[in-house]
């Protein structure tokens, strides 16, 4: 392969390792969970209530530092770089929400990567509130059975 070749896969390797270690500490559902005692709690006084949770702290600076330097090295004119950018873009809010949690600032940045619960799915004209009625959950469907209602869009009328 030609020396450019080489260079700009070594580049998508240094950005691509980069957002990797930018996204090791941002685990948000993990930061986020309740221990099991609380959980039980919550569903023993028939979930009525929100418990009191304190959360660890999170720095995002460091997160932050790292997806910098990787932008630094993002062309974002190829469907590669276009990728990495949006990956990029979604390490940072998913830091700036964990550094946010408990405060106003989570919801925002939450809202960001996941929507309003009024805000329709994308491939779906259904609110987020109202999948649980287009799908169903249950595990115990046998190989080959309708999983999915006969919704409109996905199922159109037999003529």
Do not use: C
């Not at 106003?104 to 990567?113: A, D, H, W, Y």
Request: overall charge positive; hydrophobic content about 35%; proline content about 10%.
């Amino acid at each position: 392969m030609t020396k450019t070749i080489e260079k700009e896969k070594e580049r998508i390797r240094k950005v691509a390792h980069l957002l990797y270690d930018g996204a090791r500490p941002v685990r948000i559902l993990r930061s986020i969970d309740w221990p099991a005692s609380v959980k039980q709690g919550f569903f023993a006084k028939g979930a009525r209530e929100l418990p009191e949770i304190s959360y660890p702290g999170f720095d995002a600076t460091p997160t932050i530092d790292i997806i910098r330097e990787a932008r630094r090295m993002i062309i974002p004119i190829s469907p590669i770089d276009l990728w990495l950018e949006r990956q990029a873009n979604s390490i940072e809010t998913g830091a700036r929400m964990l550094a946010g949690v408990g405060t106003p600032v989570f919801f925002e940045n939450s809202r960001q990567v996941y929507g309003e619960p009024t805000t329709p799915l994308r491939y779906l004209p259904l609110p987020r509130w109202s999948s649980r009625r287009a799908f169903k959950t249950s595990s115990t469907s046998s190989p080959g059975s309708t999983w999915v209602r006969r919704h409109p869009l996905i199922f159109p009328p037999k003529t």
